[in-house]
């Protein structure tokens, strides 16, 4: 595959792009993003968009979640009716997963386009290195472990950057909050029939004393030891609130998304996911929560462990309840067309949402920095 001519603006019109993902609704779907096309201080403003993307997680792989150093058990929440379940928080997600995964997609889309022109005169970019960088900020002994884990590496101007925000760096003047909000992945089954123990031996430990989690630290020194899993096939339900985004990085945080193949702890061995959308609200505010559909289900259901299409249901029937405040996409098959995108057809997803952000990165500049 050339990608010779992947650059040419001329080849592609994000429109026809759009129109095979959102169908007949493309014309509204349009209407509602944001058009950026010039700096300007009104950009930095909040605009009242907000696409609700809904998400069901489908865990291919058992799936290690917790959220707490100190604890070594699957985490789980409380609900109204009683059940207990697996539960995913946003932190996990979004930053854990969906944002790696935009960077993975903007350096190989880098590393084939660097020589281009285009690139170096309309982007300006020399040279991207923009990464997630965790770091411990140096410390005495006896306080190193009251000091949170903090990320620089952020080059502050890249669809990554502006989607998902940075705080402010040194020298900076101002922080750029994530136009990407999420709260919780709550699961429908409750733990008795999605949560397993696995035991483990580690073939490489000279000891032989078996490894339990609930083991005083002393006792964990053998061969053996045990996870709590999620099972296959448990699904999570949850929302995604997209903000003010233009079509073209609208485009793309959505087929980041339905690329995230993997979640949770020890994820070169498990933690493998499927994701769905089988909805998305366009609309001028936030509706709906991931606990909200999933006490819905677990109402009507009694717990019972439903398949994934069954689940799929039931959150488009949840997405129709907003019908009418918005424009609804309601597309089984949204994921697959999200990820049959051509090299060339997300290679101009990405040139246009680069050039949105860098509106929105002058725009902010403007608001912020002048007059000053």
Known sequence: MSSQSNLNPKELDLDEIARKIFGEKVEEVAKWCIRREKEGKHHALPKGRVANVFIVIEPVSRLIIRHEQETTDVTTIPTYLGYIVPAILNTKFQSGAVRRQMLAILHEWYSRNKDKDIVKSELGIDDYTCAMRPYLRRQPPQKQAQIPEEFEGYCGNCPNCLIFGYAVQEGGSYNVKSRVEGDIYVSVVPQEQSIVSVTFNAVDDIGKTPYRPEAPEEARTGALYEFRMVE?????????????????????????VTRTTRIGGRKT?????????????????????????????????????????????????YAKNFENQGVLVVDRELRDKLRSLSEAELDAIILQAWKDVLVLKQSLELFVCKGK
Not at 247 to 252: D, G, R
Not at 282 to 306: D, M, P, Q, W
């Open 232 to 256: 296959v096939g448990t699904p999570f339900v949850g929302k995604l609130a997209l903000r003010d985004m233009t079509l073209a990085e609208l485009l793309l945080t959505l087929a980041t």
């Open 269 to 317: 061995h498990f933690g493998e996911i499927k994701m769905h959308v089988p909805a998305v609200l366009f609309s001028k505010y936030e509706v709906g929560s991931g606990y909200e559909i999933a006490h819905s289900i677990l109402s009507k259901h009694k717990g019972k462990r439903l398949t994934i299409e069954e689940v799929v249901n039931e959150v488009v029937e």
